[in-house]
């Protein structure tokens, strides 16, 4: 589908293939006020805007967009606003949290190595 693949500016590549992925199944539903093939490509920009504001991390985001198309898909008659498919992606999964000790030897060391880099800036 060349309209949809050749979103013009789009942010980033993943969030591009995710929307345009979408934009195909909801294309092959034959839904009521689908867009006319002209606008297909305006229309695919638009999407992208819209959901390219609330995702920014692949690895957090590519399965949102998809899941939210994908819970879209039962619901609907005729074609969708984009914020009908926000509104379905499932929140970001949370990032664990990073455990790091830092031993009383290197916290000395990293106290005694700022101190040394403090003085040194105060000297120029």
């Given at each position: 589908?060349?309209g949809?693949g ?35 490509e ?21 399965h ?13 008659r ?12 499932p929140?970001?999964?949370?990032v664990p949290?990073i455990?790091h ?24």
């Amino acid at each position: 589908m060349e309209g949809v693949g050749a979103i013009h500016e789009s942010p980033v590549h993943w969030v591009r293939q995710e929307v345009a992925e979408g934009l195909e199944a909801l294309l092959a539903l034959r839904l009521r006020n689908s867009p006319a093939e002209d606008m297909i490509e305006l229309t695919a920009d638009i999407w992208l805007r819209a959901i390219g504001q609330r995702v920014s991390i692949e690895q957090l985001d590519s399965h949102r967009i998809r899941e939210g198309f994908h819970r879209l898909f039962p619901k609907i008659r005729e074609w969708p606003a984009p914020i009908q498919v926000i509104e379905l992606m499932p929140p970001r999964k949370p990032v664990p949290a990073i455990s790091h000790t830092i031993s009383a030897e290197q916290r000395a060391c990293n106290k005694k190595m700022l101190t040394e880099l403090v003085n040194k800036s105060c000297e120029w």
